[in-house]
């Protein structure tokens, strides 16, 4: 696939985004050049486009796989194996959030709602160690208040249509306008 400057600028910055979001440079950029392809494109394609190592390569499409923003098509009369990514920006919006729900908010919910219950069993101490106890309670259950509310809002945000899902955030648009 030619690149044009425009189009090189796009993919390098996505994969500058990509190591900021905790996500690999060369995975990023693999998925923006899926982006921007007209046509699914087949692994050797994207390593020589992208100048990097079939190996490289390999890894980020098992990597955007794993995570549902890649899927294995294949190409009438080529036996090679092509790749696509979503279509549609909300759902993929709607697959990060799923995927990062899954990894960052539900392990961290779980370890906060075991530091909670670990916390609420300690009991004794000075009044000073009672004190600091009392405090980090405080400060776990606002934690785990927020986590759960915004594991809450990305369940919601997942079960909308993506069609849905833009209209929610041009909603939240106004919202926000209309609050100041």
Do not use: Y
């Amino acid at each position: 696939m030619k690149l044009t400057p425009t189009t090189q600028k796009f993919i390098l910055h996505w994969g500058e985004m990509g190591g900021r979001w905790g996500v690999n440079r060369a995975v990023a950029q693999v998925h923006a050049l899926l982006m921007l392809s007209p046509a699914p494109l087949p692994a050797d394609e994207i390593a020589e486009t992208l100048a990097v190592a079939r190996s490289n390569v390999s890894t980020s499409l098992k990597e955007l796989q794993g995570w549902g923003l890649a899927r294995r098509v294949h190409v009438f009369g080529d036996r090679r194996e092509h790749f696509e990514t979503l279509q549609d920006v909300w759902e993929m919006f709607q697959v990060i959030l799923r995927e990062r729900k899954k990894r960052e908010l539900d392990p961290t919910l779980s370890t906060l709602r075991t530091c909670a219950a670990e916390l609420a069993a300690e009991k004794g101490g000075d009044k000073a160690e009672q004190a600091a106890t009392d405090h980090a309670a405080r400060r776990i259950a606002g934690l785990i208040e927020f986590i759960e509310l915004s594991a809450s809002w990305a369940e919601r945000g997942q079960a909308l249509a993506p069609k849905n899902a833009r209209r929610l955030f041009q909603l939240g648009d106004k919202i926000f306008r209309l609050v100041g």
